[in-house]
T-cell receptor, first 105, second 116 residues
Framework: DAKTTQPPSMDCAEGRAANLPCNHS???????VYWYRQIHSQGPQYIIH???NNETNEMASLIITEDRKSSTLILPHATLRDTAVYYC??????FGAGTRLTVKP | EPEVTQTPSHQVTQMGQEVILRCVPI?????FYWYRQILGQKVEFLVS????????KSEIFDDQFSVERPDGSNFTLKIRSTKLEDSAMYFC??????????????FGPGTRLTVL
């Protein structure tokens, strides 16, 4: 199972793109990468997942490097409501500390 | 859009009492999970449940904890004799079964358990 590493915190200006990195150098070939976020003490909210190809949905885009050792979650136009803790996790669905993203006006 | 629901939203109990936290997973999902989050800490895995039995549990999930799917819709977490340190948010999650496919879990809003 992949162990993931994320920066503890990031800031982003409102309306700008937020790029959240994640290292998962131990990921196996058939293991998906999942991104979740948690706003305050709410339940974790699923954002997106990927295996090899880049993915996009209504919430975000996920860029996965060719060697699959890292990925970047992109929120194209961050809003104040995107302030949350963002988690990058592998198939074992074990949460780390995540990245606390603060979107500032 | 289907969602995982949990009741109650807040449970206050006395130390040593039994509590049952309830969850209604998404209807076509086959895997069920409990997690907990102590205030200010990370989300911790407790247990996963599939085909009416525990498929995996963490070291936190000791003999004081049990899970059950008493009917076709509910999934419960029981804490037999609560301790102060059981105070936390408890999240239920569920997912479909897709062999070899993605396994995104969907989480409920949580139950805040306060042990006095």
């Amino acid at each position: 199972d992949a162990k993931t590493t994320q920066p503890p915190s990031m800031d982003c200006a409102e309306g700008r793109a937020a790029n959240l990195p994640c290292n998962h150098s131990t990921i196996s070939g058939n293991e998906y990468v999942y991104w979740y976020r948690q706003i305050h003490s709410q339940g974790p909210q699923y954002i997106i997942h990927g295996l090899k190809n880049n993915e996009t949905n209504e919430m975000a885009s996920l860029i996965i490097t060719e060697d699959r050792k890292s990925s970047t979650l992109i929120l194209p136009h961050a809003t104040l409501r995107d302030t949350a803790v963002y988690y990058c996790i592998g198939t074992d669905m074990r949460f780390g500390a995540g990245t606390r993203l603060t979107v500032k006006p | 859009e289907p969602e995982v629901t949990q009741t109650p939203s807040h449970q206050v109990t006395q130390m040593g009492q039994e509590v049952i936290l309830r969850c209604v997973p998404i209807s076509n999902h086959l895997y069920f999970y409990w997690y907990r989050q102590i205030l200010g800490q990370k989300v911790e895995f407790l247990v996963s449940f599939y085909n009416n039995e525990i498929s995996e549990k963490s070291e936190i999930f000791d003999d004081q904890f049990s899970v059950e799917r008493p009917d076709g819709s509910n999934f419960t977490l029981k804490i037999r004799s609560t301790k102060l340190e059981d105070s936390a948010m408890y999240f239920c999650a569920s997912r479909e079964f897709l062999a070899g496919g993605p396994n995104e879990q969907f989480f409920g809003p949580g139950t805040r358990l306060t042990v006095l």
